[in-house]
């Protein structure tokens, strides 16, 4: 894997504003937002369309934030569309009209993704800090309407794992033709809440054998994805399937990311796309080539049997628990910090749920003070 042969992208990730109505706990964003405020323009994204298809890439996602913020998001589609790419739009749904759902199918929209929060109004409502359960149950009803297959997805944590059947059969109720149960990921505004939102060991067991029990019971009809959090594992994920492999990432201000987190790591300089050419950051960029191959890795990775299988985990979740972008995902139980991950796992289980620290919801209010704090 020394001098690894550079293929092209196959998604391409427009997080096309970094504005939202809602202020979920577990958001990835960056929780310094509010520095993005200079978002790229139509004409802009159709460069940055047209330059990644050159490239190869197939997949085009537009998310946020809210993309639904955005008024020229069906221009946005319909020239995704035109260029060959296959689109999906991933929202809370909040905007998401009839007549807007009508000019986004009319643009060629070939997929939407819905977030729900949890099953019930009052958790749904408390996690995103807003009332939002009502508007989202309608969209949802539209999205059927429209003929769309019904994807929705639910991130869990501490909150929300004992409602698991609950959620699943408010997505069979709804139509769903495929639930993405995503244990919280702890990036952005996630990590910051971690200590509240990390689950106990049994809440997780719990809730994936409701999850095979309900599989079986439901079959075809709808498809579940559980997605265990990377904590309760001892073996870490091929984060993005490697650094600068298959996804490419451009935020609301213009620059381009191996990772939505990749910002987090220090001392990193991310190409921004008005200044420079998508071929050019894919291939030959010090920040896309900074983690390919294995010439980056120290030890136990640089001579681990897993390293072309899981490229030393996660980047950004190295940084995040071990200091280090450089260094084993700790989640690796090869790793060296493997104790900071089993700590905070441990803390989980003996935390009591409704003392410590509150929650920080996400907001510009909160982000602003987060900068000016560091
Ligand atoms: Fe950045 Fe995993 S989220 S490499």
Not at 48 to 54: F, G, H, N, P
Not at 143 to 156: A, C, H, T
């Amino acid at each position: 894997m020394d001098a690894p042969a550079i293929t092209p992208p196959l998604w391409l990730l427009a997080e096309l504003t970094y504005r939202c109505p809602l202020h979920c706990v577990f958001c990835y964003n960056p929780v310094d937002y509010v520095r993005c405020r200079d978002e790229l323009t139509l004409e802009q994204w159709c460069d940055v369309m047209r330059q990644a298809r050159e490239l190869g890439a197939a997949q085009l996602g537009f998310s946020g934030g809210e993309p639904l913020l955005r008024d020229d998001l069906e221009q946005l589609v319909a020239e995704g569309r035109r260029l060959g790419f296959y689109t999906n739009l991933i929202t809370s749904g909040i905007g998401l009209t009839e007549a807007r759902l009508g000019a986004l199918r009319d643009a060629g929209l070939d997929h939407i993704q819905l977030s729900f929060q949890d099953s019930t109004r009052e958790m749904n409502d408390f996690l995103t800090s807003t009332r939002t359960f009502d508007l989202k149950s309608k969209v949802a009803r539209l999205i059927k309407q429209f003929d769309y297959p019904m994807v929705l997805n639910v991130v869990l944590h501490r909150y929300n794992l004992d409602h698991v059947e609950r959620i699943i059969e408010m997505a069979l109720a709804m139509g769903a033709e495929y639930l993405e149960l995503a244990n919280t990921q702890y990036y952005g505004w996630g990590l910051l809440n971690r200590a509240q939102l990390m689950p106990t060991r049994e809440q997780v067991e719990k809730a994936e054998a409701v999850v095979n029990r309900c599989r079986e019971r439901i079959g075809n009809r709808m498809r579940i994805l559980f997605v265990v959090p990377d904590y309760f594992e001892d073996k870490p994920k091929a984060c993005m399937s490697g650094w600068g492999s298959v996804f490419l990432a451009v935020s609301a201000d213009g620059a381009a990311l191996p990772c939505h987190a990749a910002r987090s790591i220090p001392g990193m300089v991310f190409p921004d796309v008005r200044s420079q050419g998508l071929r050019e950051i894919w291939y030959d960029s010090a920040a896309f080539n900074r983690f390919r191959g294995d010439a980056w890795m120290q030890e136990p990775c640089r001579t681990c049997p897993d390293k072309d299988k899981d490229y030393g985990g996660c980047r950004c979740q190295a940084l995040a628990l071990a200091g280090d972008a450089a260094s084993a995902d700790p989640v690796c139980e090869k790793s060296p910090a493997h104790g900071v991950v089993q700590h905070v796992v441990k803390l989980a289980q003996r935390r009591d749920p409704d003392a410590g620290q509150p929650l920080i919801f996400r907001s510009d209010a909160e982000s602003r003070r987060l900068l000016a704090e560091g």
